[in-house]
């Protein structure tokens, strides 16, 4: 990893997008800070993304600990929270619409393309969304924006999972007229965490979690654009940003081997490891692949590895599994690539599939939500009622306050909700949530 981060850190490397990231809630701005915070060796452009963070609790943003100094925070609301409530979260964020608009167009003027970051399942981050994505449509980042939002694990709850559920099936109702989505699978990270680091904190997971998502884009966003190419295919920074604009969910794998354990007499058991790889991901699994639209695969290795690796039988057995896995996709270049730094030996391969529809992480999700509003439902059916026998009492002679109706105590009387008070929306907004 220490060698993979070096070639990626090399003064001569460069970027095939601008990121901006719009983090939102404690979740998204934790996400979002050490996406901007990636630094490299490059002469006036140490930090190449800059960052957004929006959130309703003071307390929860001043602890995100940011060394780019491009990154603002913003308040927004009393400053106490969300308390878990997205109808609360959503109504806080469409007070504050306009400046977070205008904060918006300043910071991410020299953008190319911007993610919109949330942790699914909060008050904030979960309850913004929807209106964080009419912003960047209505800003200027009409088809320039995506999503990256993490899944929550089945442990945290009832109301943390409805939460995220009631947000994701918004979303994906509406997901063929927005940017890709990447979808970070919280429970896959925690436990790829836990079974190797079981002594380590939650504060060491999360800083952990944080910045392996921020590498796994940075990666993916300077390999086509950095090294040299190898043979006819190339995936050109042209062909990224045609990807990371395709609707659907973004999917990515990646590994390293040694060149030593490479051989082109044994391209068809090293293009199946890549197949494995890729059903494996590093963000979530549980895609079918054959729905992807779009696919690249990127192979990196030294120039002498590269002259004994890269040869026909090499490409066509990386190509027939990527047909095999994809089989419908329109574009899927097979890219070889040569870093210069004699020093380091391994090959690293890179793969994105976008165009793919929810994973089964997610309808396992919906599974243990009703397996825990059944289980709620069944504790409330079995609860004994201690005045069900009891006769009624004559009523307490204690004093009410005048002012005090009978709705105010036992009515039914519905509050304006944050759906009641939402302004005129933009009319492709409008088409897409339905409201």
Not at 126 to 134: D, K, L, P
Not at 272 to 297: C, F, M, P, W
Request: net charge negative.
């Amino acid at each position: 990893m220490e060698n993979q981060r070096s070639i990626l850190k090399n003064t001569d490397i460069s970027l095939s997008l601008r990121f901006g990231f719009l983090g939102l809630g404690m979740g998204g701005s934790s996400i979002a800070a050490a996406c901007a915070d990636i630094s490299t060796n490059v002469q006036n452009n140490r930090f190449p993304y800059s960052a957004l963070l929006v959130n309703t609790n003071r307390i929860d943003l001043d602890k995100i600990d940011t060394i780019n100094p491009n990154t603002q925070k913003m308040i927004i609301g009393s400053g106490k929270g969300a308390g878990r409530n997205i109808k609360l979260g959503e109504q806080m964020y469409q007070e504050d619409a306009e400046i977070i608009g205008e904060a918006v167009q300043k910071q991410f003027s020299n953008t190319d393309f911007v993610w919109i970051v949330v942790g699914l399942g909060g008050g904030t981050g979960t309850g913004s969304v929807i209106e964080a994505i009419r912003t960047m449509m209505e800003n200027g980042f009409k088809k320039r924006f995506g999503l990256i939002m993490t899944l929550p694990r089945s442990s945290e709850g009832q109301t943390v999972l409805n939460n995220a559920l009631q947000r994701l099936q918004k979303i994906n109702g509406a997901m063929t007229a927005l940017g890709s989505i990447i979808l970070v699978d919280n429970q896959k990270l925690y436990s790829h965490f836990s079974k190797n680091q079981p002594t380590a904190t939650v504060s060491e997971y999360l800083s952990y979690s944080n910045n392996f998502i921020a590498e796994t884009l940075h990666e993916l966003n300077i390999v086509t654009s950095s090294f040299n190419p190898v043979g006819e295919n190339h995936f050109d920074v042209s062909e990224f940003e045609n990807l990371i604009k395709t609707p659907g969910v973004l999917h990515f794998a990646r590994f390293t081997s040694k060149a030593s354990e490479l051989d082109s007499a044994q391209s068809i058991s090293h293009a199946g490891r890549l197949k494995d790889q890729i059903n494996e991901g590093v963000l979530s699994e549980g895609y079918d692949l054959s729905d992807a639209t779009r696919l690249a695969v990127s192979i990196l290795a030294n120039k002498p590895t590269a002259n004994r690796l890269f040869n026909f039988e090499f490409v066509n057995a990386i190509e027939s599994e990527v047909n095999e896995l994809a089989p419908f996709a329109n574009e899927k270049p097979v890219a070889h690539y040569v870093y210069q730094n004699k020093d380091i030996s391994e090959v690293y391969f890179y793969a994105v599939f976008a165009g793919l529809k929810l994973p089964k992480r997610v309808g396992e999700l919906v599974q243990e939500g009703k397996r825990l509003a059944r289980m709620v439902e069944e504790k409330q059916s079995n609860e004994v009622d201690p005045f069900a026998d009891m006769e009624s009492l004559s009523p307490s002679n204690e004093q009410q306050d005048d002012d005090v109706s009978f709705d105010d105590l036992f009515g039914d009387k519905k509050t304006k909700t944050a759906d009641d008070k939402k302004p005129a929306k933009d009319d492709d907004f409008a088409r897409m949530f339905g409201n």
